[in-house]
């Protein structure tokens, strides 16, 4: 094997694989035009899998070339990890600092928290298991998360410190004649684990959620950040190494291969139907893709021309740059004018990002790729050294920012106070147990969440996560030695019958089954707003099957969050009066329509019905009378739902009506 065409991205050399850069490029743009929200490129993202594959295929040959070259076969462990972070560590740090600076003049205190957590666990190369264990990366909060796609950076890093343990022990245990077979059988343990992981299998999900973290339980983001369930695609790229040299193809042959290769990655990327879905078998297919195209690029003369000329290379030279600084621009831009984001703007955003990045590569990614630190042990001292001051000056007010949260002494005192207070009631936030709102059906707690009791008033609250933050008002407001409250609140799933796909579905048709079949004295329904027309015959349907309905009314809905609504239109001038009317000014035009038309439901089907707008306002429908703030708390964090101070004063009069109702009745 003769690894010595393998050399990172721009280093001068005249084996220097230039089709590598190519590969790059298309890389790095298939993962911004997603990011854009460019119409074909919902499955833009596998351009990091695309990275991971070019990454095992480059480090594994600098591995194995100091292997073969090193007298007493041997790594050298330390040198290696300090070329690595010289390579990723200096315009990392620097787009981290950057986007520091500005999110301390412009993001709110909440959003400032969240950038400061994810920053410093970016710097010490474990981004991607703080977004674990937070939420998706498809999730639609991710707009305001401007270093999420640091994750597969610390992916990266995690790999770098495994990888080479593991290539030394192959390279001095298994015979060289067979280590290309070694990497493939470590792809596929890796790509079993996955399937064995999704599918639960020896109910591996189980085990994990148990011994190690709850997180466990969201599969698709498991599955997605975690390094052991991406090794797979590194590994391929260390598998490459064999089969590129092993047999001498014809000239169309290897065309061909490139050819497929591309139309391999274009599949994966135009035609991929849910963009907020990953799975490692949709994965297999760009990894493939890409390496069909490494098999056969470097001979290629039509297609890899196309990679080796020079606009296409020349954006893969600054590919690291582009990838570091286009998210944080976007996320920004979005931020600082949330009302835009037409074509225009995409454009601008992705001249600009690549503008920035050509910037950030030639200042600071070559100059500090040309230091010599690792000539002599003093150097590498200092190389660390530097490393560890680094995160001092940038690392440590990020984590400041992350424990203290998120600076809210930037603003007004009013506004602080305001801001704290609500942030303060969420630490109070009690769900009855995490699988009782969930966004896989597998993962919903039935045992815990469901189970009716004997000689109890059994009440079911049934609908979306507004429902599910309604929990601890009725929970709070309901005597526990009468009332057992069952709890079933899939994320964006609306009550109704046979209502919605996937999850929701599933979730639908199992419990209307479950009410039907057991002794539940009372179904809630509460959601952010039914889907009318199904929401009218879900009524008849349980009038039908004889179960009693308590129809919980609109919520109030603002345009976006409300403390951020607060916090940039309130200043210390601003009275209480004054920061109510701006929250009412944030508010969804139609929200008086929207309260009557599921009032109108239930009057028109003659089921019960709480107000939720009624226990906040003196007068219903009149806006101006309507109170937002509950003693030192807003009424939502966000735009919808309810803090835990709200949800126990609003559900205290309907906790009081159902204690009324069911007072004399005997169910023992």
């Known amino acids: 094997m003769n690894s010595s065409l393998l050399h990172t991205a721009g280093a001068q050399n005249s084996t220097y694989y230039k089709e590598i850069d190519g590969i790059r490029a298309i890389a790095v743009i298939?993962?911004?035009?997603?990011?854009?929200?460019?119409?074909?490129?919902?499955?833009?993202?596998?351009?990091?899998?695309?990275?991971?594959?070019?990454?095992?295929?480059?480090?594994?040959?600098?591995?194995?070339?100091e292997l073969y070259q090193s007298r007493v076969k041997n790594i050298d462990y330390g040198l290696f990890l300090i070329r690595r972070t010289k390579r990723i560590f200096p315009a990392l740090a620097f787009t981290l600092f950057l986007s520091f600076f500005i999110a301390e003049i412009s993001f709110r205190p909440d959003d400032f928290e969240h950038l400061g957590g994810s920053i410093f666990y970016a710097f010490v190369g474990l981004s991607n298991i703080l977004f674990w264990s937070q939420s998706g990366y498809f999730d639609k909060a991710a707009y305001l998360k401007p270093a999420l796609h640091t994750w597969s950076l610390s992916v990266e890093l995690q790999f770098y410190l495994i990888w080479p343990i593991i290539v030394l022990f192959l390279f001095r245990r298994v015979p060289r004649a067979h280590l290309t077979q070694a990497f493939f059988l470590i792809s596929a343990f890796s790509v079993l684990l996955n399937i064995a992981y999704v599918n639960n299998l020896f109910e591996i999900q189980n085990k994990l959620g148990l011994y190690l973290s709850i997180s466990f339980s969201n599969v698709e983001s498991s599955a997605f950040f975690l390094m052991p369930f991406r090794i797979f695609e590194f590994s391929l790229g260390a598998a490459l190494l064999g089969v590129e040299h092993s047999q001498n193809r014809s000239d169309w042959v290897k065309e061909a291969a490139v050819f497929i290769g591309f139309l391999t990655i274009m599949y994966a990327v135009t035609?991929?139907?849910?963009?907020?879905?990953?799975?490692?078998?949709?994965?297999?297919?760009?990894?493939?893709?890409?390496?069909?195209?490494?098999?056969?690029?470097?001979?290629?003369?039509?297609?890899?021309?196309?990679?080796?000329?020079?606009?296409?290379?020349?954006?893969?030279?600054?590919?690291?740059?582009?990838?570091?600084?286009?998210?944080?621009?976007?996320?920004?831009?979005?931020?600082?004018k949330p009302e835009s984001w037409s074509f225009l703007d995409k454009v601008a955003v992705l001249i600009l990002s690549i503008a920035i990045a050509a910037l950030l590569y030639k200042f600071i990614e070559t100059p500090f790729r040309r230091i010599d630190f690792q000539s002599t042990s003093s150097g590498r001292r200092k190389f660390w050294f530097a490393v560890s001051l680094s995160l001092v000056i940038v690392g440590a007010p990020a984590l400041h920012v992350y424990s203290h949260g998120g600076w809210r002494w930037r603003f007004p005192k009013n506004v602080s106070y305001l801001l704290s207070g609500t942030k303060d009631s969420l630490s109070t936030l009690k769900p009855r147990a995490p699988g009782c709102s969930f966004t896989n059906f597998k993962n919903f707690d039935q045992a815990e969440c469901i189970r009716p009791v004997n000689g109890k008033i059994n009440i079911l609250l049934m609908g979306d996560s507004v429902a599910s933050y309604s929990w601890m008002g009725l929970n709070e407001n309901l005597p526990r030695e009468r009332f057992n409250l069952l709890q079933a609140t899939p994320s964006n799933c609306r009550p109704g019958v046979n209502w919605g796909m996937d999850y929701c579905l599933q979730s639908n048709q199992f419990m209307f089954d479950f009410i039907e079949k057991n002794a539940i004295d009372l179904t809630i329904f509460a959601s952010l707003g039914p889907d009318y027309n199904n929401f009218r015959e879900t009524i008849r349907y349980m009038k039908a099957i004889g179960k009693p309905v308590l129809v919980v009314g609109q919520p109030f809905i603002f345009k976006e969050k409300l403390i951020d609504i607060v916090a940039r239109?309130?200043?210390?001038?601003?009275?209480?009066?004054?920061?109510?009317?701006?929250?009412?000014?944030?508010?969804?035009?139609?929200?008086?329509?929207?309260?009557?038309?599921?009032?109108?439901?239930?009057?028109?089907?003659?089921?019960?019905?709480?107000?939720?707008?009624?226990?906040?306002?003196?007068?219903?429908?009149?806006?101006?009378?309507?109170?937002?703030?509950?003693?030192?708390?807003?009424?939502?964090?966000?735009?919808?739902?309810?803090?835990?101070?709200?949800s126990t004063k609003i559900f205290k009069k309907l906790g009081g009506i159902i204690r009324a109702k069911y007072q004399n009745l005997n169910v023992f």
């Open 30 to 65: 298939l993962v911004v035009l997603f990011h854009l929200e460019i119409a074909g490129f919902k499955g833009g993202f596998v351009g990091v899998d695309i990275f991971f594959v070019i990454s095992g295929y480059l480090i594994t040959g600098l591995l194995l070339d």
């Open 271 to 336: 035609q991929h139907k849910d963009e907020h879905a990953y799975t490692c078998t949709f994965a297999l297919l760009p990894c493939f893709g890409v390496a069909l195209i490494i098999y056969g690029a470097k001979t290629s003369r039509l297609f890899g021309a196309l990679l080796r000329h020079p606009l296409v290379s020349g954006l893969g030279l600054i590919s690291y740059s582009v990838y570091l600084i286009h998210w944080p621009t976007i996320v920004f831009y979005k931020y600082i």
């Open 569 to 646: 239109e309130a200043n210390e001038k601003s009275t209480e009066y004054e920061i109510q009317s701006i929250a009412r000014d944030g508010l969804l035009s139609n929200t008086v329509d929207l309260r009557r038309a599921i009032q109108k439901i239930a009057n028109e089907e003659n089921v019960d019905y709480f107000d939720i707008q009624e226990q906040l306002c003196d007068v219903v429908d009149d806006l101006s009378t309507c109170s937002f703030i509950i003693g030192n708390s807003l009424i939502t964090a966000d735009n919808n739902h309810l803090t835990p101070a709200a």
